[in-house]
């Protein structure tokens, strides 16, 4: 995707060869600004701080910080510590256990001197994994936002969509924008309520700006409105990213989540969920398995803006002493899900309907 008209992705490999470059989503929209990771540490920490969000993203990033790792010391121990270390930093998005399972599973096995150039080919491809499933996502995706176009007779498709769950969150393309990017680009006329998405406002800082760089129409909206526009006829499809998906169908994705599908529910609007097969926790049975992150309460107490020096603040809500509660996660009932848009095709949110696109999986799943 581009920023300014130039192609970027969301984290890099330097020149060096070894240090990765990612942009500090914490600072957009306000200020493009990147930050390089030199250790796992560094890793860790833009994980947990949200310098890097978005379930696929957190796994890519994390692969790299096992690479890291390696670069200093390629032992057993400094690979299982490292392991450790990267998967505390976020308990809800089944990518970064899984990123790092992939990585243990292809560094475990060798020697010490051979696990460093291992680590950065094998975290190499898990990048550009992402961004070809990232890709075949949106081309799965686009018949669904081309058929509504058809029987609209080529007024544009109203698509809302909540939190981040675009390129940003992932290397390239993201997995609810793909086949919004996608139909875009080919001629379909899309239109995209964004959901600002409190507490850190990924759809306003995030979502809006991606899609405003793109040239994708967009209109942002608090909330609360959502059902609103619903009611009156003017959200066609509703497609959302997850964090972690249950074999039965289940998602768990940034909170309000919940309440976006029960309206969509209500008013028979489409409802969607976009994601790579990576973000399948094949380990347990539904939701309710889901671990649940609960952030600090200052996220909530606070919001992040420009003031009119131009300076980044983070500035004050609330009453001083409010307590504040935080779950960053809420879990979707499959039963309020139309549908499933994974790298391999469509399907209902249902086990046999997952099963049936992934068809492997049969025989180990619980």
């Keep these: 995707m581009k920023i300014n008209g130039n192609p970027m992705r969301t984290l890099w490999l330097r020149p060096d060869g070894w240090s990765v470059e990612i942009i500090d989503q914490t600072r957009l929209p306000h200020a493009l600004e990147t930050v390089v990771l030199k250790t796992a540490d560094d890793a860790a920490y833009a994980i947990q701080a949200m310098l890097v969000r978005g379930a696929p993203l957190i796994g890519v990033t994390a692969a790299y910080g096992v690479a890291l790792a390696m670069r200093k010391n390629a032992s057993d121990a400094s690979l299982e510590e490292a392991i450790a270390n990267l998967a505390a930093q976020r308990p ?14 292809a560094l475990g096995p060798l020697s010490a001197e051979d696990r460093v150039p291992a680590a950065y080919r094998h975290a190499g491809r898990i990048a550009e994994d992402d961004v070809e499933m990232c890709r075949m996502i949106g081309a799965n995706g686009v018949p669904l936002i081309r058929e509504l176009a058809h029987r ?17 969150a992932c290397i390239d393309w993201g997995t609810a924008t793909s086949p919004i990017y996608q139909a875009h680009d080919a001629g379909i006329p899309v239109h995209v309520f964004v959901d600002e998405t409190r507490p850190r406002n990924q759809g306003a800082s995030l979502t809006a700006f991606e899609l405003g760089q793109h040239g994708v129409p967009h209109t942002l909206i608090c909330d609360n409105a959502g059902g609103h526009y619903m009611q009156h006829g003017k959200v066609d499809l509703v497609i959302t990213g997850t964090d972690r998906v249950a074999p039965n169908g289940d998602v768990a994705n940034k909170i309000g989540t919940y309440l976006k599908a029960l309206a969509a529910y209500d008013n ?35 919001v992040q ?48 309907g997952l099963l049936s696109i992934y068809p492997e999986r049969e025989i180990i799943s619980v």
């Design 92 to 105: 809800t998005a089944v990518n970064l256990r899984w990123a790092l399972e992939e990585m243990r599973k």
């Design 152 to 168: 609209k007779q080529g007024a544009p498709v109203n698509i809302l969509t909540h939190c981040n769950a675009g390129w940003l």
């Design 268 to 302: 028979h609007v489409p409802f969607f969920v976009a994601f790579p097969s990576s973000t399948i926790d094949w380990t347990i049975s539904d939701g309710t398995e889901i671990p649940i992150e609960e952030r600090d309460a200052r996220e909530v107490l606070s």
């Design 305 to 352: 803006g420009r003031d009119p020096a131009g300076r980044i603040v983070q500035m004050s809500i609330a009453p001083p002493g409010t307590p504040a509660g935080n779950p960053a996660f809420d879990v979707t009932p499959a039963r309020l899900i139309t549908g499933l848009i994974t790298e391999r095709g469509m399907c209902r949110a249902t086990r046999e």
